[in-house]
């Protein structure tokens, strides 16, 4: 066939083909055993396995909260828990799903186990670090939790000053918690950025990265520069409440605008790492479901950078109602807009992806087109937000928690679900049960809408975020978003519930149930302990559909030595002798 021929051309390269077995005896959840090599292991798998099993814990957690808010909100008066209380809820709500969820969500939970793999290599760069970087994120959310039983905290998550300088209860203890995580959260991406420059296998040239592994990259940029921003405001608040220094709080000397610039300099990049990962699952799943090569691969992969970049420059659009000045604020407004560039750039080339491809609408996909419908009303509803004129109107209000929960829960949260859904057959050797799968994203979607649509309605007409109490004209629409809250639960529930069931009773997985041509596919699965029992040579991309199947097996370098770049191996087709050389 002309497989052989067409990879006969490129001269550099070695390679012997061979499939991949569907059911070794060796992989890595038999190798080591117990629970000792859990907790002591460096192997990125099951790191990102335990990261998946806290930020499950934590998701519930902070749902649980979640649901006891918008049951309080049944009434405009008083329901069934105090102001106080629910001060509290909300506040932890925030914080739980911001820090200990979302942030390490697709990253370090997904991103562990797949961007090795994707790589080619046997591990991340720096294994140990790796296994630290849990610990620490373990240590803060058990800091986290912690606060909320010595005291509570009621000051939102945002930590506002001068409230927070003052009110009493858990808010040095839950900042130190944050302080931790914020650690772990730099050293996940010391690590990721050094595995993509020097763990990558060889052939693997950076126009053949995947996109899932551009988005983690773009990612850690921002985790890098923007985290110590965060860990040192939050540091100088626990300074000013413990030692009475006047830096945030006027009463002290202080500024407490100064405050809002420190910590949405962190927190807006910090959307963006809510997101950008999420952006590259979705490039994966949609090349590999509609069977073509991504369309506009360069575009996709540095509107990754360009929105980590931009990110950087707009974090005044908070602050548009804080005493800024005006000249600051349309500059700040402008920059806004820009951000609309390079995400509009992806939505486009998504699409043109799945213009004509032969479309397998399979669960991760359905996922998929959740978040397009959902992140793309997240989205425009910023760019409204970014006005200065109607976010002077909007400021504050359920208009912006709308906006913020179709980001994050209908971008960040459904492109997880996918990713999570997609690389399911991989991490577990297990197959869901699809129907259900196809249910619940169905019930997800209504439930997520229900919630919040009615609050961009309430939002605009001047319902106010974080009231105890509201006029009666607000109760259907918050009775209308409470059902959908329970219907959105439900939704979650039924994941856990069917993939949870999987690992018991699910059907076997093939090594490659969805016929993709990514690496991480061409492996067994279970994947082996040390991924690859020979270094694989890249020879195509990740997204060449319109090569054959064949071609995509994995080849081994004639040397390899797990970290190997032997420049001049020759390519050979399949079966032919290795030895010569
Ligand atoms: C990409 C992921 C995004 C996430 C995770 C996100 C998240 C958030 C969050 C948490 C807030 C609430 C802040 C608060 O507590 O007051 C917020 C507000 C805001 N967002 Fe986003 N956002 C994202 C994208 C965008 C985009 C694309 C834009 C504009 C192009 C934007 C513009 C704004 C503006 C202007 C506000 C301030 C609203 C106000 O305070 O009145 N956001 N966002
Ligand atoms: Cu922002």
Not at 25 to 33: C, I, Q, R, S
Not at 153 to 161: E, L, M, R, S, V
Not at 521 to 536: E, M
Request: proline share 4%; with cysteine.
């Amino acid at each position: 066939m002309d497989t052989a021929e067409s990879s006969s051309n490129l001269k550099k390269i070695q390679v012997q083909r061979f499939k991949p077995d569907d059911n070794p005896d060796n992989h890595y959840l038999n190798e080591e055993t117990g629970l000792w090599s859990w907790l002591t292991t460096v192997d990125h798998k099951k790191i990102g396995i335990m990261y998946l099993a806290s930020i499950t814990f934590f998701f519930f957690v902070g749902g649980l909260m979640a649901l006891l808010v918008r049951t309080e909100l049944w009434t405009p008066a008083k329901t069934f828990i105090e102001a106080n209380t629910y001060n509290q809820l909300f506040t932890l709500h925030g914080a739980v799903m911001i820090f200990l969820f979302l942030v390490p969500s697709v990253p370090a939970a997904l991103g562990n186990f797949i961007l090795p793999l994707q790589l080619g290599a046997k591990d991340v760069a720096f294994p140990r670090l790796n296994l630290l970087s849990y610990y620490l994120y373990l240590a803060g959310s058990f800091i986290a939790i912690y606060a909320i039983f010595s005291g509570g905290i009621d000051t939102g998550w945002t930590f506002y000053t001068p409230y927070s300088s003052s009110t009493g209860g858990a808010v040095t203890t839950m900042t130190f918690g944050v302080f931790v995580i914020g650690f772990s959260s730099i050293l996940t991406g010391v690590n990721f950025i050094t595995t993509i420059h020097k763990m990558r296998a060889p052939g693997l040239s950076w126009d053949k990265l995947p996109l899932f592994c551009w988005g983690l990259y773009a990612t850690s940029v921002i985790q890098i520069l923007a985290t110590p921003v965060l860990a040192i405001t939050l540091a100088l608040v626990a300074m000013e409440r413990i030692l009475g220094i006047g830096i945030f709080d006027p009463a002290l000397g202080g500024d407490p605008v100064l405050y809002q610039h420190f910590f949405w300099f962190y927190s807006h990049p910090a959307v963006y790492i809510m997101i950008v990962p999420g952006f590259g699952v979705v490039s994966e799943i949609i090349s590999t479901f509609s069977k073509k090569h991504i369309f506009g691969y360069w575009a996709i992969a540095l509107s990754s950078l360009a929105i980590a970049f931009i990110g950087f420059l707009v974090w005044g659009h908070h602050m548009f109602v804080s005493g800024q000045a005006t000249l600051a604020s349309m500059v700040f407004s402008f920059l806004t807009f820009l951000v609309g560039i390079p995400t509009g750039i992806k939505m486009f080339n998504w699409t043109a992806t799945l213009y004509k491809g032969s479309i397998k609408l399979a669960s991760p996909l359905l996922y998929i087109f959740g978040f397009f419908f959902l992140f793309l009303v997240g989205g425009l509803t910023g760019i409204v937000l970014g006005s200065i004129a109607l976010d002077v109107h909007l400021h504050d209000t359920y208009y912006v928690v709308a906006h913020f929960h179709f980001v994050m829960v209908g971008g960040m949260v459904m492109a997880f679900l996918a990713g999570l859904h997609y690389w399911w057959p991989k991490i577990t050797g297990k197959m869901y049960n699809e129907t259900m799968a196809k249910i619940a994203c169905g019930i997800i979607f209504v439930g997520f809408n229900v919630t919040f649509l009615p609050q961009f309605v309430m939002g605009s007409q001047g319902m106010p975020r974080r009231y105890f109490n509201y006029i009666e004209q607000f109760q259907s629409f918050h009775q209308v978003s409470t059902i959908g809250s329970y219907i959105l639960g439900l939704g979650f529930l039924m994941v856990f519930y069917y993939l949870v069931k999987s690992i018991y009773r699910g059907e076997q997985a093939t090594s490659n149930p969805w016929g993709s041509r990514a690496l991480e596919w061409q492996i067994s699965t279970l994947p082996p302990l040390h991924n690859f029992h020979h270094t694989p040579v890249i020879v195509n991309g990740p997204y060449d559909y319109h090569k054959p199947m064949e071609e995509f097996q994995l080849g081994l370098a004639e040397s390899g030595n797990g970290h190997g770049h032997d420049a001049d191996l020759e390519v050979t087709k399949e079966g032919e002798d290795l030895s010569a050389e």
